[in-house]
Every structure is written in C-alpha cells, then in structure tokens.
C-alpha cells in the first residue's frame, strides 16, 4: 500500500495553506493533498467576489462564532493576521490592508492567491484533484484513507474539507461523515453570510436598487443584530454586504422558526425622524407643482422614490407634491425610517458563503488532534466554528491550518 506521512484531504484555503506549511515544517517528510474537485481552491476563487478578502486586522475571537472560543483565541494567537500576511508575502502575494481593516491582496486577484497557493503547495505536496476521501480508518500507527483510487497509509491526516455552504464552490458535507464515523459529534448547521427571503411586495419592485442604509433583524420587536452599509434589493429578498453582515441570526432563526422575523430597512440612517420630516414638508413646498411620483427623485433613485410612496399608502401618484397631506407625509417618513419586511428564510446553503455549526472543535486539542483518533486533525469550515463577513473565515482556515500542522509537527 502507498504511503505518506501526511494526508491532507481537501484542498481549499486550509488545505493548501497547510501543505506549505507542513512542507516548510517538515521538508523530507512525504506529503500527499487528496482534492475531490477537478481543481484545487474553487472556493477561494469566488472569495470576495474574485478579489479575495484574506484576513481582518481586527481578526480576534469576537468575530468568531461556534463552540470553541478557546481553540479560536489559541489559533489566532499562533497565527495572527500579521503571520497571514507574512505568511503571504513569503508565496509571492504582497496584501494591502484597507481603511475598514480588511486585508486583501494587493492585486485585489484571487485567482493570483490560488495561483500563488497551488505553486507553493506543489513544491512541497502531490496533489491529485478528482480524489474524493471516502473513509478514514485508524489503525495501530496512523490512519488509511480510502479513495475510489486505492487506499493511502497515512500516518497523520489533516481534515480540511470545508462546510456545506456554496456546493456550486465545492461546499459539501463529506467531513461531517469522515469525522463522526471517528467517534466525533456534529452541532446543526446553518447558513451565515447569506442572502434573506422576505415578503417582495414592495421589494420586487426596486429589484437590481442599492442604497445605504440600515437594517436590523427583530424577532418579535427584539433587535437581534443590525447593520450599516450598502443593501441590494432582490427578487426574493435582500441581499448586499449590510444583509449578509446579520444574516447568521436569520439562519439560526431558521432552524427552529420560533416567533417572527422581521427585516427594518432604514433608507436614511444619516437622517432622524424628525429631520427628515422637516425636510420632506420643506421638499413639498419647494416641489410643490412636482407630479407626486417624482417628489422623492433626487433624494433615492426614482424606482425606489416611487415604492416608498406605494408602501406609505400616498396615493395616486400623479397629483401634485404640495397635494401631500400631513398624515401622509408621516407615513413617508415611517417607510423610509422603518421598512419593516417579513423574513421568511435565507437563501440557504446554495446561497451561503459560510457554514454555521460543524465537528465539534472541543473534541479537538489545542493542537486541533483529534481527541477520538490521535493520527487525525481538522482544520477549516469543516469545524463549528464561523466568522463574521470580513475577511475573518479565510483567517479561520489560515490559523487552524497553521494549529494543526504545528501539532502535528510536534508529534512526530
Ligand atoms: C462566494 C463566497 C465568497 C467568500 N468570500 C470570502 C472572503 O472574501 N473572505 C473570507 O474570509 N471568507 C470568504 N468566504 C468563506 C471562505 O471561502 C471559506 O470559509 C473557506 O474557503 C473555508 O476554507 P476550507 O479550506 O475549510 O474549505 P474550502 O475552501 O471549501 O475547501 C475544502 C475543499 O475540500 C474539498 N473536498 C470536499 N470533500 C472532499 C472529499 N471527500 N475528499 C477530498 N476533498 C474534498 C472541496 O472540494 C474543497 O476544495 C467566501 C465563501 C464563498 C462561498
């Protein structure tokens, strides 16, 4: 039978990270990627629509999510968005790290991340693509694993064959299996940084419309989180970077749909209540012989105009603006300020950049071996921990990789 002294099984962000890493560790040691897909990295390539959000200067265990805030602290002290970039420039990738902390790669290219990756990686691994792992069975020294290819006798394996999210990207649930037939327990999954479903009467009709706003998610007139920044009205819903930001509450909702979930849009945080009603009278005497279906035009796209005074019920609208009374004036207000739309999901995981919920990280040491099958590790979205939308999941899958091929290092 073929043997390694590694197997890393998937070769996405973690996986290829972690055959540099081992390779630089370990130099003479025999290094074996298995990938399932028919190229490594297809995940990494639609990161950050192509331009590869990295890593977060503010990368801490404040951002992460899951069971295991310790193994988060521990692995991002071992290797922080600083070792990343270090980390980075030492493949050829030079990163450059914007005003809102997000660190991407000074070319904005992902496919020159991948690129650079999958050199790296080949220096130091053989990777074979169209290699899915089907088991992994211990035994007295090590692990073989199983690939419709043949089996490997491994002596450590390295899981990182990522979450169910994005299965377009190769997202799939493989790890949940390889894991638990090992002994490991899985927490539920959900979709985070994911687009919501909600009621599209009046969103259907701004279709393809961004603005910068505000939007919070209320479950039964609690505020479970809330986001500024620009919103993308879809046919189903809402999407853009401000909706997916507090997505993670909609997913977790989701699971259980206990009570309602309600998205309020605020078309105009910068403004308040009160300013804006000050300024839509004054509006209404400066425009007074504007067609009302233009009144709200220069303050919104003209679609979108249209739609607030659809919602506030200020009908029909080819009167006048000064025929705009009082009440309804208020009402305008009250759809600008407070958009209140019923969610009824999220896009799901076809939709989703990132897996909530996964292996249980705590059966793991701090190290990231496994606690069940001492020949095993994991890294990456396979395991339950997930980050906020920023750059925080690649640095997850850049400092467990890490974790893991120290701990294996050390073992040896
Ligand atoms: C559209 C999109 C945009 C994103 N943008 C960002 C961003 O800008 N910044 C950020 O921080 N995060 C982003 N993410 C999240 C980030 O890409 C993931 O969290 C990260 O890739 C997870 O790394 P991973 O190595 O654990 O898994 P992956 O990168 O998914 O890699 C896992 C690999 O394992 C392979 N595999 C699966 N099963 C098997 C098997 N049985 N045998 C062998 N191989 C297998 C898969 O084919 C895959 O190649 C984005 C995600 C998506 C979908």
Redesign the pocket.
Known sequence: MERADLVI???????LAAAVMAGQAAPNSRIVL????AR?????L???NGT??ISHQNASVDSYHGGGAQRVRDALARFSWEDACRFFRSIGVETTVREDGRIYPLCTSAAAVLDCLRIAAANHADIRCE????ALRPTANGVTVCTADGEIAAGHVLV????A??PS????S??YR?LTDLGHTRTPLFPSIVQLRTDTRFVRAVKGLRVDGTVSLMLNGHRLASHTGEILFAEYGLSGPAVMQISRAAGEWERRKQGTLTAVVDLLPTISADELSALLSARREALATTPLEDFLTGLFQRRIGQTVLRMAGALPLDRRSDSLTDRELSAVVCAIKEWALDVTGTQGFGGA??TAGGVTVTEFDENLISRRCPHVSA????LDVD?DCG???????WSSAATAVEGWRKKR
């Not at 290699?131 to 089907?134: N, P, W, Y």
């Not at 990182?160 to 979450?163: F, P, Q, R, S, W």
């Open positions: 099984v998937g070769g996405g962000a973690a996986g298995l990938e399932k897909g490594v990295g297809k995940k990494l639609a990161t950050g590869c959000n290699s899915a792992v089907t990182a064959v990522g979450g999210a994005s990207c190769g997202g799939s493989d790890g390889l950049q990132v890294a990456g979205e396979v980050g750059g925080y999941n690649l640095q997850w899958a």
